[in-house]
């Protein structure tokens, strides 16, 4: 039987060599979008959603006009829009269709996932790859123990928090200052 403290080194593990090797270049381009768009849309599904969920809330609190895709005040996107991506294999219908449709909107699409050749690459300007396999005989990717897609969806979250931090280093933004975009009706 595993203990607690045995199951979290394995989860912080994979996460500490997953977000590691996280290209930089890869982070600063999709940083320059967000800060180019006028509004950042979200669209994935299931427990990617969520993280993804999460992230909007976050960017949110920086003051970044924020939209999940198929809430019910979605606005219009636009050319001027970002949406983001996360599908770990970039085989996912859902995210497919409705990256499809941001590009014939004309807007930025940007893909976080796994694979950079998937079928979301014909539509994804930029792409920031979390280097986690789904082949258990690659030595270039971090390789989980974790049930199904777990490592993707926290590496996911973590990366939307990473981003977050980057922005308010990037800006100088007070952190107290932050409560303002904070939901005040809890």
Do not use: C
Request: no cysteine.
């Amino acid at each position: 039987m595993v203990n607690f403290k045995e199951a979290t080194d394995v989860i912080t593990s994979e996460l500490t060599s997953t977000l590691s090797n996280v290209n930089n270049d890869e982070i600063d381009n999709l940083i320059n979008q967000i800060n180019k768009a006028e509004k950042v849309f979200f669209v994935g599904v299931g427990r990617v959603l969520l993280s993804l969920q999460s992230i909007a809330k976050r960017f949110a609190h920086l003051g970044v006009q924020t939209y999940v895709v198929g809430q019910i005040t979605e606005p219009a996107m636009t050319d001027k829009d970002l949406l983001i991506v996360g599908s770990g294999s970039g085989e996912t219908a859902f995210p497919l269709i409705i990256s499809k449709k941001a590009k014939e909107l004309n807007a930025t699409v940007a893909h976080i996932g796994t694979h950079p050749t998937s079928s979301m690459s014909q539509y994804a300007d930029v792409f920031v790859r979390l280097p986690i396999s789904s082949n258990p005989n690659s030595d270039e990717e971090v390789q989980s123990h974790q049930p199904m897609k777990s490592l993707f969806e926290q590496s996911l979250l973590l990366l939307g928090d990473t981003i977050a931090l980057m922005l308010v280093r990037k800006e100088n933004i007070e952190l107290n200052s932050l409560w303002e975009y904070h939901a005040n009706l809890e």
